[in-house]
């Protein structure tokens, strides 16, 4: 394993990090027995970041991590996770998350503890709640031992954000296509000039640029002699191939994704070859031009009352308008979404809204499901 130094934190950390908002699945609930053997592998391989936050699978996200690293696996690695600033309304509240977070976790101290997903009017009102008064405190306290933030808003906010406090870490969402949405390049080096240790999520967009490779893309692939059947490897290796980057989270679902992740994080800075760089960018191309949605199947969006499988439905449209496989996407829709699996289909959207103000892409969510009952059930 690689690791890499940040200006503001005492080790080092892998370039690879386990990011837990994906975990293996096994039918509705995670599969603990699996994602403790990968657990178990990813830290025998070097990783030792250990990325997890409030609401990851509907809420048990960090019961199900405290069970993971208990037994001996917690204090080999650095566990970060996150305020949940959406629900905070009371400077109270930031001390009752806190320590509701630490009990399910197992640990009596979280080594990097970031305001999740701030946006503008999010960070409005933790300022004026006295969010850094309480970050510090429970710095002194030792209940938190870095200080950090994770981003989804547009680059002003951004940098007022990096400008308002000596952050030690900070998490954006970072990958071949998002190189000017959000932070993007220019918020990557702004924030690591300032001594700011840069950790990536969604470095695949979430899965988007993991699927089997298009065809419209397999002469590039060729020219650049890459063999994968995704774009996975070279799109993980093209975030680590910027030197301001410190650790890159992978969602990784299976055995088989973790075994491929860390043999592509053995490459390491530097590793793209001119062709390939050509090669990204002849994907960027195509990418930008196809994917219909923004979506990176986060799942930030749910539950919906109506039990609409937002993520999956975007999922679908989007792998459809990708690879013009329409018919094949149409019926893996049909078929994983029905009401007798408890996950509905775009058309039983009611339109209440609950979910937009949920969503870091500020995606339209409800134009955009007309869109899909459009494609997939009209
Ligand atoms: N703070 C925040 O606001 C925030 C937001 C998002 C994420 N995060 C954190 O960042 C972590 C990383 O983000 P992410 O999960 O979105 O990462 P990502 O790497 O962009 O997407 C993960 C998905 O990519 C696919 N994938 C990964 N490795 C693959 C491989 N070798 N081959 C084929 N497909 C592969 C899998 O999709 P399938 O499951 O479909 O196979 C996996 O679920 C999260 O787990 C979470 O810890 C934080
Ligand atoms: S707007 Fe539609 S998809 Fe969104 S929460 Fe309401 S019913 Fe669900
Ligand atoms: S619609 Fe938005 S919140 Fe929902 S999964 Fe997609 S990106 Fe995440």
């Not at 949940?84 to 979280?110: C, G, N, S, V």
């Not at 933790?126 to 981003?151: C, P």
């Not at 973790?258 to 990204?280: C, H, P, R, Y």
């Amino acid at each position: 394993m690689l690791y890499r130094k940040m200006p503001r934190v005492k080790e080092e950390l892998s370039i690879l990090g386990f990011g837990c908002m994906r975990l293996p699945m096994d039918g509705s609930k995670v599969d603990e027995a699996q994602a403790l053997k990968m657990m178990n592998a990813a830290i025998d391989a070097g990783v030792n970041y250990v990325d997890t936050a409030w609401p990851y699978h509907a809420g048990e996200g960090e019961a199900i991590v405290g069970r993971l690293l208990r037994g001996g696996l917690r204090d080999k690695v650095n566990l970060a996770t996150k305020m949940p600033t959406w629900l905070i309304k009371t400077r109270e509240d930031m001390d009752a998350y806190l320590e509701k977070q630490l009990a399910f976790l197992q640990t009596d101290h979280i080594d990097v503890y970031l305001l999740h997903a701030l946006a503008d009017d999010r960070w409005t009102n933790l300022t004026n709640l006295g969010v850094m008064d309480f970050m510090e405190q429970a710095r002194a306290s030792g209940k938190i031992r870095y200080i950090a933030f994770s981003f989804h808003d547009g680059l002003d906010i951004f940098k007022k954000i990096v400008d308002a406090y000596p952050w030690d870490i900070c998490q954006i969402q970072y990958n071949f296509l998002d190189e000017r949405y959000q932070a993007g390049t220019e918020g990557l080096k702004y924030a690591a000039a300032k001594d700011i240790g840069m950790v990536i999520m969604e470095p695949l967009k979430g899965g988007s640029v993991a699927a089997p490779l298009p065809d419209d893309l397999r002469a590039a692939a060729e020219r650049a002699h890459y063999s994968r059947p995704t774009l996975a490897d070279i799109g993980l290796r093209w975030v680590w191939n910027h030197p301001e980057v410190g650790v890159v989270l992978s969602g990784m679902s299976s055995e088989e994704q973790m075994t491929q992740n860390l043999e592509s994080s053995k490459a390491g800075a530097d590793s793209l070859t001119k062709e390939e760089i050509e090669f990204v960018g002849e994907a960027k191309k195509l990418y930008d031009a196809k994917i219909k949605i923004p979506c990176t199947a986060c799942a930030y969006c749910k539950p919906c009352p109506m039990s609409v499988d937002i993520p999956q439905c975007f999922n679908n449209f989007n792998n459809a308008a990708l690879s013009g496989k329409w018919d094949a996407y149409k019926n893996s829709y049909l078929y994983l979404l029905n009401e007798s699996r408890g996950n509905n289909r775009a058309s039983a959207c009611v339109e209440c809204g609950e979910c937009e103000p949920k969503c870091p892409q500020h995606i339209k969510i409800r134009e955009r499901l007309k869109e899909v009952v459009a494609a997939f059930e009209a």
